[in-house]
């Protein structure tokens, strides 16, 4: 028998190389021999650093092993070291309705300007910044979302009867994408829905995507499609339903709220269009149902990168983000109307967690449900937050989730087992308080802390991308520079949209039925609409002469604001000035405006804002419940103005406008045309 000195270092390398990392570490513990093939082969020490850092091999064919195994050590170097003021600043205009991150990829809509797209660069990685536009599509654009890989632009439309519309589209051309079997998917409806306010969480997975379509007075509707044969695998309804993602190909993950009871289901996706039965459910803690203080729970599931993702689709790079182990995020808060109160937490699994408990079920449980003490302590990590990030900011990616602790700190919570940083394996408890859950919740699964300094751009919100952190600011005061003296290399370079110096985007807010659409379109159109129908969102445009110059105004009507539909943070982003609208006749109204006004300043991490406060209806002064002098009193302690109007009457309504343009010239430095930016900080 031939021994293991005998044998040739290539064959022992050759075969290294089909054992995973931890494997190849433990060999090398144990021979001299071993040690020495691993220290002299570039191939097998990037082979395991890859593994540790989460990552996989790319295809980027003109580049050696020891290349590659520079530029990931460098790679890592600079996630360990996250130091925001030496790192490649890119600004990029967000001056859209919507945004959308995946990847390195921003991609941004505006009634305006249609879809434009951003690649963020990476000097380690070796790519490119890339900046391309697509004309407009005669789509009235609600939401959306992209998979580069696939050259996928989903675009969801609501229709003048309230059905929904999946237009499947090329990413690089804006027609209709060629392996769409029916470009166009929908599902049919009994009657129109006649919901004020849509939101959407829109997922793609390789050939699969899914669309949850949440009313917030109508039923949440799930539906998941074959997107290149047009077949619809799911069509789930029910509002219990609060968020979706997909495991893999085969199953998908919904979180419910049933009997005050939150749950996680798997279910198959080749199994009965209707049925929400799967392969097991997760039980998270109980909820505290003797908590009158919170009206309302909410839950969202968050996960990066789909699948779809593969080294053949990203030909020049030389390592990715491994989706074998992806992080799933599922964020827990509770919202009290009364007090305004909010508590948030997040309970962080690793994909390989639900596989291995669906594989291997805990002893005692029953019917494939798993209770939350038989996986959760072990197998998750939850911690309080201060900031619930809105559904369309992508907060994860991989095995990473950042999380914003104060509009100048951040922290990079890393889930990945083999990362080298030091990691916490302490037993956690939250919620002692039973603010949210019946009992304190304790849990235990490792992760490591990186806190970042974003002092420098201030931000209302910070998304991950692949190879960093993306903030959403309110300034774009200046663009930063890196410096060489860092463990990577990198260039800037400005991504600014031109914008007119006068052009100014104006959002209207309020409750429901204040009179919102009817103030705006009396303004622009000169007509008084008197029949109520639920805005979901309108953009008007309108040239004001406002002392001797003319403002391009963009008034953006907005859905009505509730105690079940807070503000969107879209709303306080790339805008330069609000109108706050509360009726007269309702004290309810009158009411939210200081909680919209309050979210807007936590949005903008400013301390005011340019506003108008308007009390509308003043015709209805018989059925008056909110006196003058209380909306001046709210509007002097803001800083704001302040006016009455009457939309069918026409009173003072181009008064509320102009004393909008008002407040914004007060605050507008004479050098400063642009609404608030993104800022991305990226490696």
């Given at each position: 028998m031939v021994g293991l000195p005998e044998l040739p270092p290539e064959l022992i390398e050759t075969v290294c190389h089909r054992l995973d990392a931890l494997s190849i570490i433990r060999l090398t513990q144990v021979s001299r021999q071993l040690w020495t093939i691993f220290q002299q082969s570039s191939a097998l020490q990037y082979k395991v650093q890859l593994e540790i850092n989460g990552l996989q091999d790319g295809q980027s064919g003109s580049c050696s092993s020891a290349a590659r195994l520079e530029l990931l050590k460098a790679h890592q170097a600079a996630w360990t070291n996250f130091n925001c003021s030496s790192s490649i600043q890119s600004t990029m205009s967000m001056g859209g309705n919507y945004w959308e991150l995946v990847g390195?990829?921003?991609?941004?809509?505006?009634?305006?300007?249609?879809?434009?797209?951003?690649?963020?660069?990476?000097?380690?990685?070796?790519?490119?910044?890339?900046?391309?536009?697509?004309?407009?599509?005669?789509?009235?654009?609600?939401?959306?979302?992209?998979?580069?890989?696939?050259?996928?632009?989903?675009?969801?439309?609501?229709?003048?009867?309230?059905?929904?519309?999946?237009?499947?589209?090329?990413?690089?051309?804006?027609?209709?994408?060629?392996?769409a079997r029916n470009p166009q998917l929908s599902r049919d409806v009994?009657?129109?829905?006649?919901?004020?306010?849509?939101?959407?969480?829109?997922?793609?997975?390789?050939?699969?995507?899914?669309?949850?379509?949440?009313?917030?007075?109508?039923?949440?509707?799930?539906?998941?499609?074959?997107?290149?044969?047009?077949?619809?695998?799911?069509?789930l309804s029910g509002d219990e339903i609060t968020s979706f993602a997909f495991l893999d190909h085969r199953m998908l993950l919904i979180s419910v709220y049933i009997n005050f009871q939150p749950e996680l289901r798997v279910l198959d996706i080749e199994g009965p269009k209707t049925a929400m039965s799967g392969y097991s459910s997760f039980r998270l803690p109980a909820l505290n149902t003797d908590n009158w203080?919170?009206?309302?729970?909410?839950?969202?599931?968050?996960?990066?990168?789909?699948?779809?993702?593969?080294?053949?689709?990203?030909?020049?790079?030389?390592?990715?983000?491994?989706?074998?182990?992806?992080?799933?995020?599922?964020?827990?808060?509770?919202?009290?109307?009364?007090?305004?109160?909010?508590?948030?937490?997040?309970?962080?699994?690793?994909?390989?967690?639900?596989?291995?408990?669906?594989?291997?079920?805990?002893?005692?449980?029953?019917?494939?449900?798993?209770?939350?003490?038989?996986?959760?302590?072990?197998?998750?990590?939850?911690?309080?937050?201060?900031?619930?990030?809105?559904?369309?900011?992508?907060?994860?990616?991989?095995?990473?989730?950042?999380?914003?602790?104060?509009?100048?700190?951040?922290?990079?919570?890393?889930?990945?087992?083999?990362?080298?940083?030091?990691?916490?394996?302490?037993?956690?408890?939250?919620?002692?308080?039973?603010?949210?859950?019946?009992?304190?919740?304790?849990?235990s699964a490792p992760f490591a802390v990186h806190s970042v300094d974003i002092s420098d751009f201030p931000s209302a919100a910070v998304m991950l991308a692949e190879d960093g952190i993306v903030t959403v600011s309110v300034s774009t005061e200046k663009l930063f520079s890196f410096t060489r003296e860092t463990s990577f290399y990198s260039y800037s370079r400005a991504l600014l949209a031109a914008m007119s110096a006068n052009k100014r985007r104006i959002a209207v807010l309020g409750s429901r039925s204040v009179g919102k659409s009817s103030l705006i379109i009396q303004y622009c159109q000169n007509e008084f609409v008197e029949s109520y129908y639920p805005t979901i969102e309108s953009t008007f445009a309108k040239t004001v002469n406002y002392k001797n110059i003319d403002y391009d105004c963009e008034i953006i009507d907005t859905a009505g604001q509730d105690e079940f539909s807070l503000l969107n943070s879209k709303h306080a982003i790339g805008i330069h000035g609000y109108v706050l609208v509360y009726s007269v006749s309702s004290r309810n109204s009158f009411d939210m405006i200081q909680i919209i006004y309050d979210k807007i300043i936590d949005f903008c991490g400013v301390t005011?804002?340019?506003?108008?406060?308007?009390?509308?209806?003043?015709?209805?002064?018989?059925?008056?419940?909110?006196?003058?002098e209380e909306g001046q009193k709210?509007?002097?302690?803001?800083?704001?103005?302040?006016?009455?109007?009457?939309a069918k009457t026409n009173v003072n309504v181009g008064k509320v406008f102009e004393l909008c343009l008002s407040e914004i010239e007060k605050r507008t430095p004479s050098n400063q045309t642009e609404p608030p930016a993104s800022r991305c900080v990226v490696m």
């Open positions: 390195n990829v921003l991609g941004t809509y505006s009634l305006e300007n249609g879809f434009s797209f951003n690649r963020i660069p990476s000097a380690i990685r070796q790519i490119p910044s890339e900046r391309w536009s697509l004309a407009e599509l005669n789509i009235k654009v609600n939401d959306f979302s992209m998979d580069l890989s696939q050259d996928l632009l989903l675009v969801v439309e609501v229709t003048s009867s309230r059905s929904t519309v999946v237009h499947l589209l090329s990413l690089s051309t804006g027609r209709p994408h060629p392996l009994d009657e129109p829905r006649h919901s004020s306010s849509y939101q959407f969480q829109i997922r793609i997975y390789g050939e699969h995507i899914g669309l949850l379509t949440d009313a917030h007075d109508d039923t949440a509707g799930l539906m998941v499609w074959g997107w290149k044969t047009g077949v619809m695998k799911k069509d203080e919170i009206s309302q729970v909410d839950m969202m599931i968050q996960t990066e990168p789909s699948p779809s993702w593969t080294t053949e689709t990203r030909p020049n790079e030389p390592f990715t983000t491994c989706h074998s182990d992806r992080l799933f995020v599922i964020s827990v808060r509770g919202f009290g109307w009364e007090n305004g109160s909010e508590s948030i937490f997040i309970l962080c699994v690793r994909l390989s967690a639900f596989l291995n408990l669906m594989e291997h079920p805990p002893e005692g449980s029953i019917d494939r449900a798993i209770a939350w003490d038989q996986w959760g302590p072990i197998n998750t990590r939850m911690l309080r937050i201060p900031l619930l990030p809105d559904p369309w900011i992508c907060f994860v990616y991989g095995q990473r989730c950042v999380v914003q602790t104060s509009q100048t700190r951040c922290q990079i919570l890393d889930f990945n087992p083999l990362t080298t940083r030091k990691r916490r394996q302490d037993e956690e408890t939250v919620d002692k308080r039973r603010r949210i859950f019946e009992c304190p919740v304790t849990t005011n804002i340019p506003c108008v406060v308007v009390g509308s209806k003043v015709d209805l002064e018989k059925s008056r419940q909110v006196k003058p709210l509007a002097k302690s803001n800083d704001a103005a302040w006016v009455e109007t009457s």
